[in-house]
């Protein structure tokens, strides 16, 4: 899993709940990404930011949140407003070299009660 | 944009036979393609990818992919399959916009 770190590994939110999954990477890498897995889906792009204290929108940000206050460390925020947010959330990483290929976190499985 | 298929959900083979996971690709513009492997409850793990010349790209773990450009895919190979490769097979392309897009994934199952 290199050296990108998720913490938890497991979580268990109640509804109407606000969560915060953790990303830190030590690979000096200035890009970050937060992708969520579904069975059968594959990963969908949740939030990404090439550099710190900016970040896009991806293909399915509505009900998340995410801050890129240090090169190491990219948050996700998994809101209330956010309906169905059991799933296994993955933080990768990747230098500014295009077209490197992204290095993964361990992932954290999320699972509302 | 940019999207990757990959046809099969379930791809069974026998220890010690080959084995191919397939992918093709849709990209305007020259194709950037990788694979990566899931094991049960881990992040994904990169094993190969395709830039830019040889069409026959060989990666981690003895596995090998052949980019074919007229027939739009990139498939996955291993010559002689092991029981540990049993897993979730990403096939992923990316474009110049720098967007990454994943297939839906292939299981593997490789029986004794």
């Known amino acids: 899993d290199g050296g990108i770190t998720q913490s938890p590994k497991y979580l268990f939110r109640k509804e109407g709940q606000n969560v915060t999954l953790s990303c830190e990477q030590n690979?000096?890498?200035?890009?970050m990404y937060w992708y969520r897995q579904d069975p059968g889906q594959g990963l969908r792009l949740i939030y990404y930011?090439?550099?710190?204290?900016?970040?896009q929108k991806g293909d399915i940000a509505e009900g998340y949140s995410v801050s890129r206050e240090k090169k190491e460390s990219f948050p996700l925020t998994v809101t209330s407003a956010q309906k169905n947010p059991t799933a296994f959330y993955l933080c990768?990483?990747?230098?500014?070299?295009?077209?490197?290929?992204?290095?993964f976190g361990p992932g954290t499985r999320l699972t509302v009660l | 944009a940019q999207s990757v298929a990959q046809p099969e959900d379930q791809v069974n083979v026998a220890e010690g036979n080959p084995l191919t996971v397939k992918c093709t690709y849709s990209?305007?513009?020259?194709?950037?393609l990788f694979w990566y492997v899931q094991y049960p409850n881990r992040g994904l793990q990169f094993l190969l990818k395709?830039?830019?010349?040889?069409?026959l790209v060989k990666g981690s773990y003895g596995f090998e992919a052949e980019f074919n450009k007229s027939q739009t895919s990139f498939h996955l190979k291993k010559p002689s399959a092991l029981v540990s490769d049993s897993a979730l097979y990403f096939c992923?392309?990316?474009?110049?916009?720098?967007?990454?897009?994943f297939g839906a994934g292939t299981r593997l199952t490789v029986k004794p």
């Open positions: 990768a990483s990747n230098s500014g070299r295009f077209p490197n290929e992204q290095f």
């Open positions: 690979l000096n890498h200035d890009a």
């Open positions: 930011s090439q550099i710190v204290n900016d970040f």
């Open positions: 990209v305007s513009g020259n194709p950037y």
């Open positions: 395709y830039i830019t010349g040889d069409n």
């Open positions: 992923a392309v990316r474009d110049m916009n720098d967007d990454m897009r």
